[in-house]
């Protein structure tokens, strides 16, 4: 199973960016979603989506700014990034859940990460 993540890059406050995160292999996808982590600091939860009923769930510090979405066909996911602020800095993981778990905030209950992708705002 590969999770390969794209998007990350550089951008004033106040802009965009938009996170894509293909998933290969494996036969189910329960939840995929995304962590960011500073350095110095524990991954933080930010999104997540579950795949059969789609319903999303945000942190709520970028709850109403970011958007989480997939494609089931394409077993990709999107973090659509509005409103950026410095503090969002961070490097950007997507995860995947390949079974049934409840929990969705703590990192050690997703199965595959991804690379991770820099995302960069400047004030």
């Known amino acids: 199973v590969q999770l390969q993540a794209f998007g990350g890059g550089e951008v004033q406050a106040g802009g965009s960016l938009r996170l894509s995160c293909a998933a290969s292999?494996?036969?189910?996808?329960?939840?995929m979603g995304w962590f960011r982590q500073t350095p110095g600091k524990e991954r933080e939860f930010v999104a997540a989506?579950?795949?059969?009923?789609?319903?999303?769930a945000y942190a709520d510090s970028v709850k109403g700014r970011f958007t989480i979405s997939r494609d089931n066909a394409k077993n990709t996911v999107w973090l659509h990034m509005n409103s950026l602020k410095p503090e969002d800095t961070a490097v950007y993981y997507c995860v995947r859940q390949t079974s049934y778990k409840i929990d969705y905030v703590e990192a050690s209950r997703y199965d595959y990460w991804g690379q991770g992708t820099q995302v960069t705002v400047s004030s």
């Open positions: 989506v579950t795949w059969g009923s789609g319903s999303t």
């Open positions: 292999g494996g036969t189910f996808t329960f939840r």
